[in-house]
């Protein structure tokens, strides 16, 4: 639960909803992973080999990175190693954390040839390039060797400021390990269960929420209808706006976006929401002016590739680094 300040103590400083920083990985062998498709509706397998993917991933990535680079994004920027052969390396998200107050969390994930994206020199980089200092490690992987996973920002949709974590179930996101990461963490666990139209659960969260400093995404005709009243309370007691998407937009990667923090010096601080161009194409005009009326700018960026082999779209490439204000 959030923490209360007691009367008489210090009030609480507000936390950041929105991180000024990033981490992304320039991918190395991207291409479609076998583990990782029997849970991943959105991750289309090729019809054919495709050696040209690894390189148009490569420059998908770089135009993110730099779009980013220019709405003022710090951006840490780490290459892949060579060996083990990483197919999602260009997905961080999903294995680490960075949060305000210096605690690091690695995650246990289902994939065992995801496990390698773990890599001691990627935080390290962190540390050196965007000044995060780890004051605190918490290391959910032992989870993996009793079958029980948590893929970090995928499995949860995080209101910072409210101290909320969401997270819809299913092979990727084992409820005692919400449970755990909320206890150690100090939010409350919203747990639901989300399927696509087939009935079949959605492998991530964030492919069907999202929550900016004002306004919040939800797919709310994909959470089953015995939990869909208790989300969508617990997301409008924030006071954010919620804009509500289908399943054509969720297919659409139009739940899987981020909001981050820019400096602009003549407005001081301001927030661009990040999407890819598939994301923007599928939101009606009406959609898409409720979420320009509730930021200061979008980005939209090009990812066919890996949109459609490696089944995630911008939000999934990008860790976000959260430091102390």
Not at 30 to 47: I, M, R, V
Request: charged share 25%; with cysteine.
């Amino acid at each position: 639960m959030p923490v209360k300040t007691e009367p008489g103590s210090e009030p609480q400083k507000k936390r950041q909803q929105c991180a000024d920083a990033v981490l992304v990985v320039r991918p190395r062998a991207f291409g479609a992973n076998p583990e990782t498709a029997a849970s991943n509706t959105f991750q289309q397998k090729a019809a054919k080999a495709d050696a040209d993917a690894p390189a148009r991933a490569r420059e998908e990535f770089e135009q993110l990175a730099r779009a980013l680079v220019g709405e003022g994004v710090s951006v840490c920027a780490v290459e892949d190693t060579a060996k083990p052969v990483k197919p999602d390396a260009v997905f961080p998200n999903n294995w680490v954390s960075f949060h305000e107050d210096g605690t690091l969390v690695l995650y246990p994930m289902a994939s065992v040839n995801r496990r390698s994206e773990r890599r001691p020199e990627v935080i390290d980089a962190v540390a050196k390039e965007l000044g995060f200092r780890v004051i605190r490690r918490v290391d959910l992987t032992h989870y993996e060797a009793q079958g029980k996973f948590l893929e970090c920002t995928g499995s949860l949709v995080l209101d910072h400021v409210e101290r909320i974590a969401y997270a819809c179930l299913s092979p990727r996101t084992h409820p005692e390990v919400v449970n755990d990461w909320a206890r150690q963490l100090e939010y409350e666990p919203v747990v639901f269960t989300a399927t696509n139209r087939k009935g079949i659960a959605l492998y991530h969260t964030n492919v069907m929420m999202w929550i900016g400093g004002r306004a919040a995404v939800v797919g709310s005709e994909a959470i089953e209808v015995k939990d869909r009243t208790r989300v969508l309370d617990r997301l409008r007691a924030s006071g954010r706006e919620i804009i509500e998407i289908g399943h054509p937009e969720i297919e659409a990667f139009a739940g899987n976006m981020l909001e981050l923090g820019t400096w602009d010096e003549a407005l001081g601080d301001c927030r661009v929401l990040v999407m890819s161009e598939t994301a923007r194409r599928a939101l009606s005009p009406e959609v898409f002016a409720q979420l320009s009326g509730c930021t200061d700018t979008v980005l939209a960026v090009p990812i066919p590739t890996i949109e459609k082999l490696g089944g995630g779209s911008v939000r999934c490439m990008l860790a976000d680094v959260f430091r102390p204000s």
